[in-house]
């Protein structure tokens, strides 16, 4: 553990940092701690010594190591309070009694996401707990469609489907029909089998342009199969960072997004709210995600929020400690 000078100089530098993006001198901390240069650079030292602060390559000063930010986390941060602005912000959500829970939720991590410059992630219900109630198509011209999925849970989805000969308007009006026909209430995870192994072998008696229309109803469906329970804001805010400014490293990260498998395993199995920074994370090394996970009226899920290791992580925890005593209270 370290003594009280010592706890007090990692705060300042934690903190500054997570302002600034700048390495922090000594001489910049003197007049905070009340101390001589020499006695911080002493004091810098040893952190860095035990692993807590590490020099960057640009200058004499100071940034805090991946331990250096689970000490603070674990030891010195404390909640910050929660402005009234950001109250406002997020009540105007959970006083909305036209939003169902799902609503609740996914819109008031988008808020979170811009106040913070974050990317908010919802984990909810896997695709395998939620069956199909009702597929409908909406013509955009002769080769593009929308494709919705609602689901017995109130899930909707849709995707925009090309279509690549011209197909008429029967045909389309054909093929939903028969879907509907044959997927209603068959779990999401499973439609594409229904497909495969039910319609796809009739398909042909009711429908001229079968294959074309098949195949694009396969793929929607097995995009909906992995987009059900997940929800996305602020994808680019960590993007403008500057710990993200090497075009490798953007490439990187918005793969990682862009990759389902990867997203999923974002999900929290433990109660309450949950720090991982950097190697941690399971995601990515450069990384702090905070998650918690939620369970309440039989739904359950995890929201998440992800950003540069140098995150307010005072502030993300008072805004998620918020939601998550709203949705208990929703969900009573």
Do not use: W
């Amino acid at each position: 553990m370290l003594n009280e000078r010592q706890t007090k100089l990692l705060k300042v530098i934690v903190e500054d940092y997570i302002k600034t993006a700048r390495p922090i001198s000594s001489k910049a901390i003197c007049n905070v701690l009340n101390c001589s240069s020499a006695t911080i650079r002493n004091e810098m030292s040893f952190l860095e010594e035990n692993g807590l602060l590490e020099k960057t390559h640009i200058s004499s000063g100071r940034v805090p190591s991946e331990k250096g930010y689970r000490y603070y986390v674990d030891h010195i941060m404390e909640p910050k309070k929660l402005t009234g602005d950001d109250m406002l912000k997020l009540q105007t959500i959970f006083h909305n009694s036209t939003l169902v829970l799902e609503d609740y939720i996914a819109k008031s991590m988008e808020i979170v996401s811009e106040m913070t410059h974050l990317t908010a992630v919802v984990l909810g219900k896997s695709s395998k707990e939620n069956c199909v109630s009702k597929v409908e198509v909406v013509p955009i011209n002769e080769h593009n469609l929308i494709a919705i999925v609602i689901t017995d849970k109130g899930h909707v989805e849709h995707k925009n489907l090309t279509i690549t000969e011209n197909v008429s308007i029967n045909d389309i009006k054909q093929t939903v029909e028969l879907i509907n026909k044959m997927i209603i209430g068959t779990q999401l995870n499973e439609v594409g089998k229904v497909l495969e192994y039910e319609v796809k072998p009739i398909i042909g008696m009711y429908v001229k342009q079968h294959e074309v229309l098949y195949n694009a109803f396969y793929n929607a469906f097995s995009d909906f199969a992995q987009d059900a329970n997940i929800k996305m804001a602020g994808r680019k805010n960590i993007l403008m960072q500057p710990e993200f400014n090497s075009t490798d490293k953007i490439r990187e990260i918005i793969s990682k997004f862009e990759d389902k498998e990867i997203v999923n395993k974002i999900e929290e199995n433990d109660n309450g709210i949950n720090i991982y920074i950097g190697s941690e994370t399971d995601f990515d090394d450069d990384v702090t995600i905070v998650k918690m996970k939620y369970e309440t009226q039989g739904e359950e899920g995890t929201i998440a929020l992800i950003g540069p290791k140098r995150m307010e992580y005072d502030r993300v925890i008072t805004l998620l400690e918020y939601i998550k005593g709203q949705i208990e209270k929703e969900g009573k």
